[in-house]
């Protein structure tokens, strides 16, 4: 039970830095912070994409919008475009945003529903702001209206910023490659990073953020890893930067392939693309080749490997270490959460924190949130292969055959049942969330909530119209999105943007 003064971050890519800026922030005076990291090893440099929740943890950091977009060069993120998914020549968006207007008795998919059934109602997507938006490239943010929405960023830019900020509240950087973990002879415990330089690094809790390495929680500490690779088989990815070759779109685009997908994400300055793939079904020249044949721009860099395996670490909090980032597990970044389980995993450390030592049920409990939250996103981004149509490649014909999680089986039972869905106790995804990628999956609901039966025809005919209306009449007065970033928050100020 020794008292905790000293942390050791090892690892500065997003993880590392955004530890150091929490930390320092929220616990500045009450400990000591130190982070390794090894200019020489770099970062996995790709993460670009986020979810809404980024705002409020910004917001605990005290970061200015403004200020962070223009040093990360970012855009507005308001959803992702799913193409081919559902089948080939598919398309919907999972916006952000609400859909429609939901009861006490039931969501509004079930008013949808019946409408659709009666022959009118056009797209779910008609009856969302955020996605609406989306779809004709317009963005704006005001304290008058309401918009949910996340950002595309450079992760090597956003590491910068969030370093700049920690140093400056008293976060000491050393440059280094750890060669070696010290522990305690009995206990185990890390006491401390030995340095190709032979410095040593003491602390009294270790926050692993060494990527995918794992350098503590696995090499030194062995916690074991549970593999996910039967349900989600991509394992390998390419990226490549280009050129912007239009105005930023304010969404991402996952366009699914043979045996994968590719992602694109716009940014200020540049275009991040990537192809995901399974190399038991494609091997990387061919997804080389047909990245390099789909992108838009001129590339700016090589496409670059990064091979990975989706699971999780049995335990990411073991001893006097906590593993965040990739050292604690990877899903893929179809969803966009990774950035999102640092950040959550960052407020449970802040609200746990062991000052007066390390206790065996704060850690089991921390372990426990850690693995719900991950296996309830694991489900959602399975639920994007599983329910698809597509018969065309081996990959496709896999992932439509395979078992799933019960815990997905059964959403899915109850949504083709009933069209019934449920966010349980601190799920991130929402109700509106699973509705638009089942229904844009393909899952069709075989009976609904009857409320819908309450209105009459022409009454549900006028109360969808207006809805509409009136979302259509909002977008009207939107700006378009790079109209925005150009009034607001362009990142033509070199000094900020290094
Ligand atoms: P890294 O960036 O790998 O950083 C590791 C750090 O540890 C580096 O500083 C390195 O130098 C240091 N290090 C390692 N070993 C040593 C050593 N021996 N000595 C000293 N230092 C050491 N997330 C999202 O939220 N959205 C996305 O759109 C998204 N897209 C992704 C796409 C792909 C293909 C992949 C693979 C991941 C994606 N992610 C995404 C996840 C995201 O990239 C990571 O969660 C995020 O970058 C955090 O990485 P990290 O800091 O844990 O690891």
């Not at 109850?414 to 449920?422: Q, Y």
Request: aromatic share 10%; charged share 25%; with cysteine.
């Amino acid at each position: 039970m020794q008292q905790i003064k000293k942390v050791v971050i090892a690892g500065g890519g997003t993880a590392g830095w955004l530890a150091a800026a929490a930390l320092s922030k929220q616990l500045g005076p009450l400990v000591e912070i130190s982070l390794v990291e090894s200019d020489a090893i770099g970062t996995v440099g790709v993460g670009e994409a986020t979810i809404p929740t980024i705002l409020s943890f910004h917001q605990l950091l005290g970061i200015s919008e403004a200020e962070f977009i223009r040093a990360t060069q970012a855009t507005f993120k308001l959803g992702i475009a799913f193409e081919n998914w559902g089948d080939l020549g598919d398309r919907y968006i999972h916006s952000f945003g609400q859909v429609g207007k939901a009861t006490w008795m039931g969501e509004f998919h079930h008013f949808w529903l019946r409408a659709k059934e009666l022959g009118f109602g056009g797209g779910l997507g008609d009856y969302c702001y955020e996605l609406q938006a989306a779809e004709q490239g317009k963005f704006a943010t005001s304290e008058k209206s309401s918009i949910n929405y996340a950002y595309h960023l450079d992760a090597t830019r956003y590491a910068g910023f969030l370093r700049r900020q920690s140093e400056a509240r008293g976060v000491k950087r050393v440059e280094g490659k750890i060669t070696t973990v010290q522990q305690h002879p009995e206990s185990g415990f890390i006491t401390a990073l030995t340095l190709d330089s032979g410095r040593q690094v003491e602390g009294d809790l270790f926050i692993d953020c060494t990527g995918f390495s794992g350098m503590l929680i696995e090499q030194t500490l062995g916690v074991g890893y549970e593999d996910w690779t039967h349900w989600l088989p991509t394992n390998s990815a390419l990226a490549v930067q280009t050129e912007s070759s239009a105005p930023a779109k304010p969404y991402t685009r996952a366009i699914a392939h043979e045996a994968g997908w590719r992602w694109q994400i716009p940014l200020q300055h540049r275009v991040g693309n990537g192809m995901v793939f399974c190399d038991h079904y494609q091997n990387a020249e061919q997804a080389r080749s047909e990245l390099l044949k789909s992108i838009d721009g001129r590339p700016l860099t090589e496409p670059r490997l990064i091979r990975y395996k989706t699971g999780r670490r049995h335990r990411v909090w073991e001893k006097n270490c906590i593993a965040l980032g990739l050292s604690s597990g990877f899903l893929e970044p179809l969803e966009s959460t990774s950035i999102h389980l640092i950040m959550i995993g960052l407020t449970r450390l802040m609200q746990m924190f062991p000052f007066s030592g390390i206790s065996v049920p704060v850690l089991h409990r921390f372990n426990e949130q850690a693995r719900e939250e991950m296996e309830k996103i694991r489900d959602f981004i399975i639920l994007h292969y599983k329910a698809t149509q597509r018969e065309d490649t081996p990959f496709w014909k896999f992932c439509r055959e395979m078992e799933v999680p019960d815990s997905l089986a059964q959403r899915i039972a109850l949504f083709e049942e009933s069209a019934l869905v449920h966010r349980n106790a601190d799920e991130l995804f929402r109700v509106d969330s699973w509705v638009q990628v089942m229904l844009g999956q393909r899952i069709e609901p075989r009976a609904y909530h009857h409320m819908g039966r309450l209105m009459g025809k022409e009454q549900l005919r006028q109360a969808l119209s207006s809805l509409k209306n009136s979302i259509s009449t909002a977008i009207e007065k939107l700006p378009r999105h790079q109209d925005f970033i150009d009034r607001y928050c362009k990142a033509d100020a070199p000094e900020v943007c290094r």
